[in-house]
């Protein structure tokens, strides 16, 4: 039972353009929304996250959107930039200490 | 300062065999946590240390697979009897005293033959 559904799984976008990516999670009891990025030969760093008691969080070029209701949230980079190419993982966990769990990954290329 | 540190960084050894795979958790972080990823798949929990509490091991896939943490810091994952299907990067993660982001390793590249 996949309990993060992750969509695309592959993105192409121009230099400029916004990416968006999409998570849906099945379990009410996920608190905590994590996005990662991650660069070949390397591990996942942290991005942005959020939790459920807002609806949207901006960190520079970087947007999440959560809808509690739908149990949907997505990963919104404005001005996409070709440095921005990278595989990225949404997640949740039930709180800050407890183990995530990941979606399977988009890969994002964005074109110069 | 010095990150998660995770060795070897890659590890090809033949079908049958043991490994062992360490991770040097960042200093002071309370929390460490194994993930298995697999070519075109996410990130799949193995097993979580909090401090002297008893391990979450709910996602070791076999009883092939085991993991202690000595002295609340350094961690081994150990593979016996390794098959083809092991085959992943194996990554660990640390995080702090009430913390919530979790520092990733760069992982060790596990080949089975």
């Known amino acids: 039972q996949q309990q993060v559904k992750q969509s695309p799984q592959s993105l192409i976008v121009q230099k400029g353009g916004i990416s968006i990516i999409n998570c849906a999670y099945e379990?009410?009891?996920?608190?905590?929304f994590p996005w990662y990025q991650q660069f070949p030969g390397k591990g996942p760093a942290l991005l942005i996250a959020?939790?459920?008691?807002?609806s949207e969080k901006k960190e520079g070029r970087f947007t999440i959107s959560f809808n509690k209701s739908a149990k949907q949230f997505s990963l919104h980079i404005m001005d996409s930039q070709p440095g921005d190419s990278a595989t990225y993982f949404c997640?949740?966990?039930?709180?800050?200490?407890?183990?995530?769990?990941f979606g399977k990954g988009t890969k994002l290329t964005v074109n110069p | 300062g010095a990150g998660v540190s995770q060795s070897p960084s890659n590890k090809v050894t033949e079908k049958g065999k043991d490994v062992e795979l360490r991770c040097d958790p960042i200093?002071?972080?309370?929390?460490l946590y194994w993930y298995r990823q697999s070519l075109g798949q996410g990130l799949e929990f193995l097993i979580y240390?909090?401090?002297?509490?008893?391990?979450?091991k709910s996602g070791l896939p076999s009883d092939r697979f085991s993991a202690e943490r000595t002295g609340g810091s350094v961690s081994t994952l150990t593979i016996q009897r390794t098959q083809q299907e092991d085959s992943a990067v194996y990554l660990c993660?640390?995080?702090?005293?009430?913390?919530?982001?979790?520092?990733f390793g760069p992982g060790t590249r596990l080949l089975v033959l």
């Open positions: 200093s002071g972080h309370t929390a």
């Open positions: 993660a640390s995080s702090p005293p009430g913390g919530e982001t979790q520092y």
């Open positions: 240390f909090q401090g002297n509490s008893a391990p979450d």
């Open positions: 959020i939790r459920p008691d807002v």
């Open positions: 379990n009410t009891a996920f608190d905590y």
């Open positions: 997640a949740a966990s039930m709180s800050w200490s407890e183990k995530l769990v």
